[in-house]
C-alpha cells in the first residue's frame, strides 16, 4: 500500500473539539522556536492586535501563543514550501490528513525513513504528511535542504514517529480559520502591511563561527532550513524593510540573536537583551550540551 492509495481510501474525520483557554503549543518541532522564549516575547506585543504578519512562520509558537488577540486575519508564510503544506492541511484537510498520518506510524523504521525521505510527492496532501512524519523522527528534528537539489538530507533520529491527537490539530485547526498560510519571501508579504497592522519577525539567525577566519564551526546552522539560504544581505534588507514599516505606521517586534551586528542594523530599534540556554546538536541526549545564548527583543518605534 502506498502514500497514494492511503490518500484515496482513507475518510476518518476529525470530529471538531471545544476550544479551551490554555495556550496553543506549536505541533511542528522547527530549529530556533521560540517556545521558550514566550516569556520574554509576548510582554512587547499588543495586547489587542488587527491584522497580524509573520513571515518567518516554522513552527509557529508566537501566533499561536498569541492568535487569540487577533481581531483580524493572520497573513503567514514562510519560504519552506513543505512546512507551508503541513500549515495549511491542518487548517484545511484534518480528516485526510489524519489517517495518513497513522499510515506512516504503523510503518516506522530507520529503514522506512530512507525511502520517505528519497520521495518527492508533488500534491499538497502527500507533502504536508510525508513533512510531519520526516520532521518528527529526523535527528533532532532537524529540516535541512541541499542547496543543489532542494531535497531533505537531515539522517534518521532514532525515535518513533508519535503522531498527533485529534484534538491538537482541531485546536489548532480552529486558530487557523482566520489566517492566510503562503509560501513566500518576506520582502514579498510585508509589502502589504499598512497601518495599524502588526508584525512578527523571526529570521534564521546567521551563524557565528567560533573561529572566524577558518569559518568552519558555526554554533548555529538555523538558517539552512531550505534550499535558499538566508545570509547576511537579507537581514540587512530586512533592517531596511523594518524602518519603512515603522514609518508607514506599522508596529512591529524581532527576535533575534544578540550581536553588535544585529544592534548596529536595527539601531533605530528599542532593543531588549537578555540570555538564555540552549541545547548544542547532538544524535543523542548524552551528548547534549547547554550554552548561554545572549538574545534580543528588536522593537519597532
Keep these: 500500500m502506498t502514500i497514494g492509495t492511503a490518500l484515496a481510501s482513507n475518510q476518518t474525520e476529525l470530529q471538531p473539539s471545544q476550544r479551551t483557554s490554555s495556550p496553543l503549543k506549536p505541533f511542528i518541532r522547527w530549529a530556533g522556536g521560540k517556545s521558550k522564549l ?7 506585543m499588543p495586547e489587542r ?30 519560504l519552506n514550501e513543505n512546512l507551508v503544506a503541513a500549515w495549511v492541511a491542518v487548517r484545511d484537510q484534518r480528516d485526510q490528513l489524519a489517517p495518513l498520518l497513522d499510515w506512516y506510524r504503523e510503518r516506522d523504521s530507520k529503514e522506512f525513513y530512507y525511502e520517505v525521505r528519497a520521495e518527492s510527492p508533488t500534491e499538497p496532501l502527500a507533502r504536508a504528511a510525508r513533512f510531519l512524519y520526516l520532521n518528527g523522527t529526523s535527528w533532532n528534528h532537524l529540516w535541512r535542504e541541499n542547496s543543489r537539489t532542494g531535497a531533505m538530507n537531515v539522517p534518521w533520529g532514532d525515535r518513533r514517529f508519535k503522531g498527533f491527537d485529534a484534538e491538537t490539530l482541531a485546536a489548532i485547526g480552529s486558530a487557523l480559520q482566520n489566517a492566510t498560510i503562503e509560501a513566500a519571501d518576506f520582502r514579498k508579504v510585508l509589502s502589504t502591511a499598512t497601518a495599524g497592522d502588526f508584525v512578527y519577525l523571526d529570521p534564521p539567525y546567521l551563524p557565528i563561527y567560533t573561529n572566524p577566519e577558518l569559518e568552519k564551526e558555526p554554533t548555529s546552522k538555523f538558517n539552512k532550513y531550505t534550499a535558499r539560504v538566508f545570509e547576511l544581505p537579507d537581514l540587512i534588507e ?64
Aim: aromatic share 6%; with cysteine.
Design 38 to 44: 514566550l516569556p520574554h516575547i509576548l510582554p512587547h
Design 49 to 78: 492586535i488587527g491584522n497580524y504578519y509573520e513571515p518567518f512562520l516554522g513552527g509557529g509558537a508566537v501566533f499561536l501563543a498569541v492568535q487569540d488577540r487577533i481581531d483580524g486575519t493572520a497573513h503567514l508564510a514562510d
Design 238 to 301: 530586512l533592517a531596511a524593510i523594518c524602518e519603512d514599516l515603522s514609518a508607514r505606521g506599522v508596529k512591529w517586534v524581532m527576535s533575534n540573536r544578540d550581536t553588535e551586528g544585529v544592534r548596529q542594523l536595527f539601531s533605530g530599534a528599542d532593543i531588549v537583551g537578555f540570555t538564555t540556554r540552549r541545547s548544542l546538536s547532538a544524535q543523542s541526549r548524552r551528548e547534549v550540551e547547554s550554552r548561554e545564548s545572549p538574545e534580543a527583543v528588536v522593537i519597532g518605534r
